[in-house]
């Protein structure tokens, strides 16, 4: 089967400007995630959606970031205006079942200049 | 809230080597528990799960306990090759409202050299 795909790849961009990630999930799954990967730490979930609507966003900054899943299938996630500490890769990923295993997109890697 | 704690890295060893990677979480239910690899360039890839007390997850000569006397899920492997090198994460899954949701411990990064 074909994984999660996320694009673009690399992105940088200066402080103020705004950006946005797109993310396709595998086929039929209903659950999605972005998560926030800053160097040297770990994944830390920003959304949670489950087809169209959100679960989770507790730890999404509102205030800047928004994302959406309007079809329940692709994801885009979006940073206006973006700050130097935004910098850091950002992870999608799928799930079909409560239970089983999240598959993670490749990233895109965000610097902020 | 619940947490996940891992060894800072990074860990070099010699190939061959024997690994063993330590993780205690912090949870108030009782969590599975995952490692996950980050090859270079790629993304997060699941390598080994277990989901309770006293269960053991192996996959690719890597193994790792459920221990919920210690809250710990330390990796180990007995002989590491140069393709080993990656970053290795602890995480747990918790439920909440219904949902559930993993969190990541800070990774720890290994080098393995011939």
């Known amino acids: 089967e074909a994984g999660v795909a996320q694009s673009p790849r690399y992105k940088i961009i200066e402080k103020r400007q705004s950006v946005a990630f797109w993310c396709n999930p595998i086929s039929g799954h209903a659950t999605l995630y972005w998560y926030q990967q800053i160097l040297g730490q770990g994944p830390k979930l920003l959304i949670q959606f489950q087809n169209n609507g959100v679960v989770d966003d507790s730890q999404l900054p509102k205030d800047r970031f928004s994302a959406e899943r309007l079809k329940g299938v692709d994801s885009t996630l979006k940073i206006q205006p973006a700050k130097l500490e935004d910098s850091a890769v950002y992870l999608c990923a799928s799930q079909d079942r409560n239970n089983s295993p999240l598959h993670f997109g490749n990233g895109t890697r965000l610097t902020v200049t | 809230g619940d947490s996940v704690t891992q060894m800072e890295g990074p860990v070099t060893l010699s190939e061959e080597a024997f690994l063993t990677i330590n993780c205690t979480y912090t949870a108030t239910g009782y969590p599975s528990l995952f490692w996950y690899v980050q090859y270079p360039g790629e993304g997060?890839?699941?390598?080994l799960k277990a989901t309770k007390a006293d269960d053991k997850g192996s996959n690719k000569g890597f193994e790792a306990t459920y221990r919920k006397e210690t809250t710990s899920f330390h990796l180990e492997k007995g002989s590491?090759?140069?393709s080993d090198s990656a970053v290795y994460f602890?995480?747990?899954?918790?439920?909440?409202?219904?949902?559930n949701k993993l969190i990541f411990g800070a990774g720890t990064r290994l080098a393995v050299h011939p």
């Open chain 2, 44 to 47: 997060l890839q699941l390598l």
């Open chain 2, 90 to 99: 602890c995480a747990l899954r918790e439920f909440s409202g219904g949902y």
């Open chain 2, 80 to 82: 590491v090759q140069v």
